[in-house]
């Protein structure tokens, strides 16, 4: 849960945007469990994969890769 919190609030930077407003967006479109659950991928590899992931699972529903 630490490392979601940590995604979801330099996630929300990279947008500029508030946490509020992302994790919404992230509920409203299904894709918080999914972000959650890739856990293991984004903690071991460079935040910005993380981002480009979430930012193709937010405009196509689908994973990066």
């Known amino acids: ?16 945007r508030k946490t509020g407003e992302v994790l919404a ?3 409203s479109k299904g894709l918080t ?3 959650y659950d890739n ?7 460079a935040i910005e ?3 480009a992931d979430i930012d193709s699972l937010a405009g196509t529903g689908k994973h990066a890769w």
């Open 49 to 51: 994969n993380a981002f």
């Open 33 to 35: 469990k999914k972000i």
């Open 1 to 16: 849960m630490k490392f979601f919190m940590y995604l979801l609030e330099f996630y929300a930077d990279y947008k500029n």
């Open 39 to 45: 856990y293991w991928v984004y903690h071991t590899e």
């Open 25 to 27: 967006e992230w509920e």
